[in-house]
């Protein structure tokens, strides 16, 4: 089974700074055909998952340009140019190769 | 507009079976597969199974498997997560949502399974 491993898994941080996600992924997720699947989700208090970034770095209709996924092979990282007081929340990595699995989450607050 | 509507969960006792039911409205259901998700307050979101659009494939995550069946009925847009032999640590709220490896994706609102004695 593959595991994604998020990094960390707690991260302040202050209104208009930079923060940068990382997962890993226990083996390489690039399929036969080429394509990686590789999502970031992030997910709001009491509301349900919301999928921000697609196949490593396709952002969804509707996510503000701040947000942008990068990686490849089995290391990606989800960043936030600037973040706002409602990126607040808990974003997760799923892979969508095998199957699927989520990384165990990374709590974002504001300092 | 996109809609993905659960139903069915509620408390049920260890060893009891429940079928929860996903409604599709908005999109064309028949051509996307679709999973189910589920979270804990400890375990964040697990990936339960997934679907093909026709029906044809079925994957689950090792926990479930030979006890849970996914299924559902393009018909009527509907998506379905039959569980048996449940277990307290199946307790969860559970997601359904269309394929995430698609450029469209969407999830429901979910769904409470309790299982306690």
């Known amino acids: 089974d593959v595991v994604m491993t998020q990094s960390p898994l707690s991260l302040p941080v202050t209104l208009g700074q930079p923060a940068s996600i990382s997962c890993r992924s226990s083996q390489s997720l690039v399929r036969s055909d080429g394509k990686t699947f590789l999502n970031w989700f992030q997910q709001r208090p009491g509301q349900s998952p919301r999928r921000l970034i697609y196949?490593?770095?396709n952002r969804d209709s509707g996510v503000p340009d701040r947000f942008s996924g990068s990686g490849s092979g089995t290391d990606f990282t989800l960043k936030i140019s600037r973040v706002e007081a409602e990126d607040v929340g808990v974003y997760y990595c799923?892979?969508?190769?095998?199957?699927?699995?989520f990384g165990q989450g990374t709590k974002v607050e504001i300092k | 507009e996109v809609q993905l509507v659960e139903s069915g969960g509620g408390l049920v006792q260890p060893g009891e079976s429940l079928r929860l039911s996903c409604a599709a409205s908005g999109f064309t259901f028949s051509t996307y597969w679709m999973i189910w998700v589920r979270q804990t307050p400890w375990k964040g979101l697990e990936w339960v199974a997934n679907i093909k659009s026709d029906g044809s494939a079925k994957n689950y995550v090792d926990s479930v498997k030979g006890r849970f069946t996914i299924s559902r009925d393009n018909a009527k847009n509907s998506l379905y997560l039959q569980m048996n032999s449940l277990r307290v640590e199946d307790t969860a709220v559970y997601y359904c949502?269309?394929?995430?490896?698609?450029?469209?994706?969407?999830w429901g609102q979910g769904t409470l399974v309790t299982v306690s004695s």
């Open positions: 196949q490593v770095s």
């Open positions: 949502a269309s394929d995430p490896n698609s450029d469209l994706h969407y």
């Open positions: 799923m892979q969508g190769t095998y199957g699927g699995t």
